[in-house]
């Protein structure tokens, strides 16, 4: 499963994400497990990514342009 986030156009830029959350869901009752993946803007917009059955592999990058 692959989801991307298009923020697109110029209104969209203006808000920042200020978290990006992955929730590990064990829902026995259904008998599914997954994790569900959601970045949270400044605004309180939550802004869904998806859910994968396999853990997601977290890490930083940072870019310097000079």
Known sequence: MT????LHNKKELENSI?????EEVRD????EFYY???CVKDTGER?????SKTK???YKQVSIYK
Do not use: A, H
Not at 18 to 22: A, C, G, L, Q
């Open 36 to 38: 569900y993946i959601y």
């Open 56 to 58: 997601p592999q977290c």
């Open 18 to 22: 200020t978290e990006i959350r992955i």
């Open 28 to 31: 026995y009752e259904d008998n």
């Open 47 to 51: 802004i869904e990514v998806g859910k």
């Open 3 to 6: 989801n991307i986030i298009k």
